[in-house]
């Protein structure tokens, strides 16, 4: 297994638990049914299954689908160990089956994982009480992502879109081709089909048309800074992987930049010395489908 996306999506944990808005977290709570069919599109390493015990989600049935059969396969070795060493009761730990028989069970909430595609999974569900797209929406086109999870819903049915990037990236301290390396960086990303560099006010003004309900909207910005020149948990590695992506789409950008690997070295050698911090603007959105 090629262990740098697992890692990337697991050392994140921590920079998306300061950042998701508690505000829109309260009032999908709130509306949430008590045992919720819970569809999650791009689960990656199942991290939203801890997040929603925290919140007192412990019963009903969860499922996530991932396209990627390695982070699946993570998520099914990891998660369950993983919730029992923080304190949960795990049962009915299985070999993974295709007749829809959980992965395992926390508490009195069914979990499953399977490879597929997200959307697909979407469009081929129904009657499904939350749909979850956390760190989705900007990947994929925004029409069909709001006509699908409409599609899985039940009548009244929630959607939550966490952690939806919006189009701004900043790096302290300043340097002189910030402004530069951002709009070819965005650039890059808005040029590979289906992608939305604001992707989060895009989506906030597509589902304020529809039919259902825009219950809340909130800012869930990342930001990872040091502290006495060390970053917290595993946020020094998810700082690197944020530089590759930077290194890897900004050649390939429409915009021109003046000096990128200047630029680049600059910023490894102040992560390395503990001295980076990185901003990126999202955000949360809470959708309610049409009741009838």
Known sequence: MNHARPRYLEAK?????????SRVRDRLLAALPAEPRIL????????????????GVDAGRYRGVDADPRI????RDVRPAALQRAGQDIENEC??????????????????????????????????DLVVAQAFADLVPLPRL???????????????????????TIFQPDHPDDGAIERAYHAAIDARVGRDVRAGRHLADLLRRRDGDLLAVGSSDWIVRPRAGAYPA???YFLSRILEFVAEAVPSSPVATPDPDSWLAARRAQLAAGELTYVAHQYDLLYRAPSG
């Not at 999650?40 to 801890?50: C, D, I, K, L, N």
């Not at 699946?72 to 998520?75: D, G, H, Y």
């Not at 069914?110 to 999974?121: I, K, M, Y």
């Open 72 to 75: 699946v396969a993570f998520a």
């Open 234 to 236: 595993d946020e020094r």
């Open 95 to 128: 070999r993974p089956a295709d007749d829809g028989t959980p992965d395992f069970t926390v508490a009195d909430l069914d979990v499953r994982f399977q490879v597929g595609d997200a959307l697909d999974a979407l469009e081929a569900a129904a009657d499904v």
């Open 146 to 168: 709001v006509a699908a999870a409409e599609s899985a819903l039940r009548p009244g049915g929630l959607a939550y879109f966490p952690i939806t990037f919006d189009g701004g």
């Open 13 to 21: 944990r921590t920079v998306d638990d300061r950042a998701l808005s």
């Open 40 to 55: 999650e599109a791009g689960s990656g390493t199942g991290a939203t299954v801890p997040r929603l015990c925290s919140w």
